[in-house]
């Protein structure tokens, strides 16, 4: 096969550098197109353009696969803790004992807020999204952390992640408690990741919260599943702010606000909110989605499609298995999930659906999952954000590693105006 690809422009034939990644996927370097000819690309919404090479994650949209660090996210989910699958992500292997028992007490010592970020609670208004409080705390988190603001060597990176994916847990379950005017509840050292999460949303003063070992491993799997995925907005989003050499936690907070949209993670938010309203309304399934296809009412089948996957989303499978499972374990029975089920059937077999490869992606089922576990409907998305966490550090790292790595700085093609004079007010 030809290691060049050649184009012709104006009359004149060039040749660019294909690059062939490690699963054979195939790209044309024209990082030097506009020196040699003037000439720029035009991707909207970048479907066509690979910003970096990355070695995180892997990702088969039309087979339906996905992988990090090269394990299959099928192995992970039935093998992995968080806090491993994290590790992995950030250092690219997994952890040997001892590394994963270094981690361990290293997220244990980081799992408190500095006593005055907890005040910084006391500024926000009752009700205020918990996006928006989780995005400023990991801004503000920074200014506790001034050693933290050059990371030279592996042991600070270690100590750095540790502190955001420690520390973001206690963020996100303050900023609830703070939304219901509850006291905050601090973290307790002996307890696991994901219970410990748990105990500080759901235990009052003298009233502890245990969860279910079911709930603890709903919540486990459902961190997994989101920890990374490859090149998507929040994780560009990341990567953009880290090409200026912005700080760990200034990328990551940007990745927070990028998430924040109803077409990323706040699509699981969405979802719960098409389900209800089809329940509440009494509409039947097959109408809404026929509502969906007549493109003027702009209403989408949210949960659903994929700008990667044309198959499967391999996460949603997973989950959807799990929250059976779980609703089954829990006897609970949702009248959300029948609604949901019916809506796949529907879906599926649906032409709209099926020419344009749309099926449900990993939000249709995350929201089942996480009502499940009692979490409240304006969480869902920092659920999402505290499972991203990890993906987000270690694009960051991989970037702030590369010692070839240039700011992103993308071009555009220029449809305004051409040149034309300032007028005076009195003359428009
Ligand atoms: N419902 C109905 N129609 C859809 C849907 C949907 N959920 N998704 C895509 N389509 C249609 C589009 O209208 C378009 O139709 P057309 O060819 O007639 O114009 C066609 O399918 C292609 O869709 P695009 O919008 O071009 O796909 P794109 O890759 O830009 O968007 C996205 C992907 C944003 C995920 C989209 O499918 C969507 O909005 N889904 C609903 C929101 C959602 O679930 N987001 C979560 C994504 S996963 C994540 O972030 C974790």
Redesign the pocket.
């Known amino acids: 096969m030809s290691h060049t690809c050649r184009i012709e422009l104006d009359g004149t034939p060039h040749e660019f550098p294909v690059v062939e990644g490690s699963e054979k996927e195939l790209s044309i370097d024209i990082s030097t197109l506009r020196d040699r000819t003037g000439y720029i690309t035009l991707d909207d919404?970048y479907?066509n353009t690979g910003s970096c090479k990355s070695a995180v994650t892997y990702i088969d949209g039309d087979k339906g696969i996905l992988r990090y660090r090269g394990i299959p996210i099928e192995q992970l989910a039935e093998h992995s803790t968080f806090v491993e699958t994290a590790w992995l992500v950030i250092w690219g292997r997994l952890p040997t004992e001892q590394e994963m028992e270094r981690f361990s007490r290293r997220l244990t010592m980081n799992q408190m807020m500095h006593e005055s970020l907890r005040s910084h609670f006391a500024g926000f208004p009752p009700n205020a999204p918990p996006m928006a409080i989780l995005s400023a705390m990991i801004n503000a988190m920074s200014c506790y952390e001034p050693q933290m603001m050059d990371i030279e060597d592996d042991n600070t990176m270690e100590k750095a992640a540790a502190r955001i994916i420690s520390k973001v847990r206690t963020i996100a379950a303050a900023s609830y408690k703070m939304s219901i005017g509850q006291p905050l509840m601090y973290p307790h050292p002996e307890y696991k990741y994901c219970e410990n999460f748990l105990h500080m949303m759901f235990s009052i003063p003298y009233r502890e919260y245990w969860p279910t070992p079911e709930v603890s491993r709903a919540l486990n799997l459902f961190l997994i599943l989101?920890a990374d995925?490859e090149q998507?907005?929040s994780t560009s989003t990341v990567r953009m702010v880290a090409s200026s050499q912005a700080n760990m936690f200034a990328s990551c907070a940007a990745g927070v606000c990028a998430l924040w949209g109803?077409?990323?993670?706040g699509?699981?938010v969405?979802?719960i909110e098409m389900l209800e309203f089809i329940k509440q309304s009494g509409m039947k399934v097959s109408e809404y989605i026929e509502r969906?296809?007549q493109?003027d009412t702009k209403?989408?089948?949210?949960?659903?499609?994929?700008?990667v996957y044309k198959n499967f989303?391999p996460r949603a499978k997973i989950l959807k298995d799990a929250a059976d499972k779980m609703l089954a374990r829990l006897n609970i029975s949702d009248p959300l999930l029948d609604i949901a089920q019916q809506m796949e059937e529907v879906a599926l077999n649906d032409d709209?659906?099926i020419e344009?490869k749309?099926y449900p992606?990993?939000?249709?089922y995350s929201g089942i999952t996480l009502r499940a576990m009692g979490i409240p409907l304006n969480m869902f998305t920092v659920m999402?954000a505290i499972g991203r966490m990890p993906g987000w550090i270690a694009n960051w790292k991989e970037l702030h590693d590369d010692p070839k790595s240039r700011i992103y700085r993308p071009r555009q093609v220029y449809t305004g105006h051409t040149l034309r004079d300032y007028v005076p007010v009195e003359q428009r």
């Open positions: 919404g479907s989101h995925h998507n907005c109803p077409l990323h993670g699509a699981n969405a979802v969906v296809k493109k209403l989408k089948l949210m949960g659903f499609g994929h700008r989303d709209y659906f344009r749309l992606n990993v939000d249709f999402f």
